[in-house]
């Protein structure tokens, strides 16, 4: 079994990280770990901050990265966003040469950078995230425009300037979430050595 290099990939709300993601998984075979898998439960989904770091069990998740680092396969958690409530199956992802884990938060914390190989900020203007999640969210996921507005200006944008941004300068390499995704993707491609 190859060495498994494993890739942080954050960024603000809507900034194109995903899309990075999935493109490079797609070209590449990684396996792809969302930081979303590790929510603990929300009682009350309408005042559940989902943008704060507590909001996420991060420290199962550096477990699975340890074990997954160590050649040995994991059962990746399911959260349910219907219910807002960690479901009873789970994924059973086996060790790979590449593992992307891609989320707002994951540079904020250093239990995570202590594992990575590669730490990628994924950076777009303000404007444009929030554009893009209005979108997302109200055409998508059937949120009222509102909702959408008043939860951004209430939880996601504090914890971005708290936690998300700051977090920033622990990248190794900066992507541009407006650039042209095949760009992004053969960046990260030669930055990762893949």
Known sequence: MPDCRVVLVAGGTASGKTTIVRALVAETGAVHVTHD?????????????????????????????????????????????????????????????????????VLHAASLRALADLCVYVAAPEDIRLARRVHRDAVER????????????????????????????????????TAPVEESVARLRVAAGV
């Not at 929510?39 to 420290?59: G, K, N, Q, V």
């Not at 949120?143 to 190794?172: I, N, T």
Request: zero cysteines.
């Open 142 to 177: 059937g949120r009222s425009v509102e909702s959408v507005l008043a939860r951004y200006h209430e939880m996601v944008k504090p914890s971005h300037d708290l936690f998300v941004e700051p977090s920033r300068v622990h990248a190794g390499l900066t992507l541009d979430g």
């Open 37 to 105: 898998r590790y929510y603990i439960d929300a009682d009350d989904p309408r005042t559940h901050d989902f943008d704060h770091p507590d909001s996420l069990e991060t420290e199962l998740l550096v477990q699975h990265l340890s074990a997954l680092k160590r050649g040995e396969a994991v059962d990746l958690p399911r959260y349910g966003f219907p219910t807002h409530r960690r479901q009873p199956e789970t994924d059973r992802v086996g060790p790979a040469g590449l593992v992307v884990v891609e989320g707002i938060l």
